[in-house]
């Protein structure tokens, strides 16, 4: 009689990595290292993949010339929507207001400091660089910000990834530069900073400071997987912030800044319009209300959209 062979081991199927897609900037690569540590603490496997977008490589020309902020996102959408990579990871402030038919913003995490910083070799604050001189920055919004403090100065437009801006400072381009604080705390950057902006000086971006984590909608795997990081009251802000650049037609093309933080009456959301061709003058408008969901952070938006659009904002 033949002995019976032994039961076969049963051997668990192996785990399907989740691949992220990331810019290759020092800067992209620490944010989605940052959520690949995060997932990994969580038990699951995860995978980069680096991509360099049209973003990237277009330095010669501003964002509203050659078609906004979505240029930094789009090839990382490619990828999600060929099943190279389940999630991508954006400066939320580079995200497009409106996403593509079959995306979704899975995940808003908590936000680093939303404000502005200047940063010279020379200069301790705003008020300290000369008449006349030249500060760098190629967003919109800073510009109009920049020129309602001061209309002395010359701004000109600034491109490239953190590293880039930060040498074409050092080798004499500009008297200084601003950019956001939470990018060049991110990298340990933080000495170069010479004075932060408070936002009732300079009004943040939307967005500003906080990541979002991008899907193929559907996915619900993926967004259980990502639930844990994130965190509500950045959400609540940053879609507040968001409505109201959509509600006006948001893009980079448009200088408009949102911000929203949690006080006493709630939610309390300021903005602020100005043309990037005119006088300095800036429309703001605001609004606080206790909200408790996306739809009224996104309501609340509107009203201070509307707000905006009443005293001027086109």
Same mark, same amino acid.
């Given at each position: ?7 076969e ?24 290292e ?28 501003t ?48 936000r ?13 604050? =705003?008020?300290?660089?000369? *008449? $006349? #001189?030249?500060?760098g920055?190629?967003?919109?919004? @800073?510009?109009? &910000?920049?020129? %309602? +403090? ?52 300079? =009004?943040?971006?939307?967005? *500003? $400071? #906080?990541?979002?984590?991008e899907?193929?909608?559907? @996915?619900?795997? &993926?967004?259980? %997987? +990502? ?7 950045t ?51 605001q #609004? ?23 005293g001027?904002?086109?």
């Open positions: 009689m033949l002995a019976s062979s032994a039961p081991a049963c051997v668990p199927p192996p785990v399907k990595p989740i691949v992220i897609a990331t810019r290759e900037s020092r800067l992209a690569l620490w944010q989605a940052h959520v690949k540590a995060l997932l990994q603490e969580r038990g699951h496997a995860v995978e980069l993949l680096g991509m360099t977008t049209r973003g990237d490589q277009i330095l010669d020309r964002l509203s010339k050659v078609g906004g902020k979505g240029l930094f996102v789009k090839e990382l959408e490619t990828a999600l929507d060929e099943g190279r990579a389940d999630i991508a990871v954006h400066s939320l402030k580079d995200v497009p207001m409106e996403l593509p038919e079959g995306f979704e913003l899975a995940c808003v995490m908590e680093e400091d939303p404000r502005d910083a200047l940063v010279s070799p020379g200069h301790a604050s =705003l008020d300290e660089v000369p *008449q $006349g #001189a030249v500060v920055t190629s967003s919109l919004r @800073r510009t109009v &910000l920049l020129k %309602a +403090l001061r209309p002395d100065l010359r701004i000109e437009p600034l491109r490239g990834n953190l590293d880039t801006r930060l040498r074409k400072l050092d080798e004499g381009q500009y008297a200084a530069i601003v950019l956001a604080a939470a990018g060049l705390k991110r990298l340990g950057l933080e000495a170069r900073i010479r004075q932060v902006f408070e936002p009732e000086a300079m =009004l943040p971006a939307a967005g *500003q $400071g #906080a990541l979002g984590i899907i193929r909608a559907g @996915r619900d795997d &993926l967004r259980a %997987a +990502l639930a844990p990081l994130a965190h509500r009251p959400w609540l802000a940053t879609a507040a912030e968001r409505a109201v650049s959509r509600a006006l037609g948001g893009s980079c093309s448009m200088p408009l800044a949102a911000h929203a933080r949690t006080g006493a009456q709630g939610l309390h959301l300021a903005a602020a319009w100005g043309d990037a061709e005119g006088s300095g003058a800036l429309v703001r408008a #609004a606080a209300e206790a909200v408790t969901d996306l739809a009224g952070a996104e309501a609340l938006g509107m009203r201070v959209a509307g707000a905006l659009r009443a001027g904002a086109r």
